[in-house]
Nanobody, 122 residues
Framework: QVRLTESGGGLVQAGDSLTLSCTSF????????TGWFRQVPGKEREFVAA????????IYADSVKGRFTTSRDNMKNTVYLQMNNLKPEDTATYYC???????????????WGQGTRVTVSP
């Protein structure tokens, strides 16, 4: 079983930066790629970014492209989501998920973290 733990959420102001971390405590080929998703209460969870195990493939939602960057340090079993120029509409609970390949499709991810809350004030 792969356990994922997110950290780094918090309250920031619009224009600020924040880095989320997702640490895994086991490795399996079924969990080599990591995706980031976010959810606002009352809305569906949406794709944010994803990265493959080697770090050479990263994809982003149009809404965050150019502002968010995902990267990873496999020696630390940790994936990062660097969020710059945050906007109030980025306010959500952010989840990391692990699966076989980087994809926007959340059903392709087998393992999920518990989420970390990000609040961006105007």
């Amino acid at each position: 079983q792969v356990r994922l733990t997110e950290s780094g959420g918090g309250l920031v102001q619009a224009g600020d930066s924040l880095t989320l971390s997702c640490t895994s405590f086991a490795r399996t080929i079924r969990a080599d790629s990591t995706g980031w998703f976010r959810q606002v209460p009352g809305k569906e969870r949406e794709f944010v970014a994803a990265i493959n195990y080697g770090g050479g493939v990263a994809i982003y939602a149009d809404s965050v492209k150019g502002r968010f960057t995902t990267s990873r340090d496999n020696m630390k079993n940790t994936v990062y989501l660097q969020m710059n120029n945050l906007k109030p509409e980025d306010t959500a609970t952010y989840y990391c998920a692990a699966g076989r390949a980087p994809t926007r499709a959340q059903e392709r991810y087998e393992f999920w973290g518990q989420g970390t809350r990000v609040t961006v004030s105007p």
